[in-house]
């Protein structure tokens, strides 16, 4: 921890090696169900140590483990808490209004379904045009992006966070976001 403290890079190495798992488990024990299939456990991990080695760590306070171990655990709570409260005040991410996608008016479920007028079913989406024609669309937009943007996208396809992303190419995380951005918006253009 004093290696750390003193910017040994292998030393925070190390204490994210030890010490990830401890954070992982408080996580998932305080991460709310409906926010399980939202938010991804080590992304809040990885929120943890962010933060701890953005602010410049004290390790002087966590003179043994057990008191490291502890301020983690205490940093990933409130990390979890900050992360529910993000999906249940932002009106944006208000989890109160999703619906599912079986059932369109959660509401009047059973008068959806009663009445021959609705179809909840859309033939489009079945059909092999629009398949053939949508897979056209992401390929010339994915061309279109030159080789860093389809770099960007092969990445996150492997399921990378935004910050690995832009480590792996040596460029900004607003990069990153920028390329996806422009992607999906000639997607829908």
Request: net charge positive.
């Amino acid at each position: 921890m004093r290696e750390a403290a003193r910017g040994s890079e292998e030393a925070v190495w190390l204490l994210l090696e030890r010490y990830s798992k401890n954070i992982l488990r408080v996580v998932r024990r305080h991460l709310p169900s409906e926010l399980r299939s939202k938010v991804d456990s080590t992304d809040i991990v990885q929120s943890v140590w962010k933060s701890l080695i953005r602010k410049g760590a004290k390790f002087d306070d966590a003179s043994t483990p057990e008191k490291l171990v502890a301020y983690l655990a205490g940093m990933a709570k409130y990390k979890v808490y900050e992360t529910h409260r993000h999906y249940t005040t932002t009106k944006a991410f208000d989890l109160g209004r999703e619906q599912s996608l079986s059932q369109p008016d959660a509401g009047n479920t059973a008068a959806a379904n009663s009445r021959p007028d609705v179809d909840l079913h859309d033939a489009r989406a079945q059909e092999p045009l629009e398949i053939i024609s949508t897979r056209e669309n992401w390929q010339r937009a994915i061309n279109n992006s030159g080789d860093r943007g389809r770099r960007i996208v092969e990445l996150r396809l492997q399921g990378l966070t935004y910050e690995e992303v832009a480590g792996r190419l040596n460029i900004s995380v607003s990069t990153v976001r920028r390329a996806l951005d422009s992607l999906l918006e000639s997607l829908s253009s």
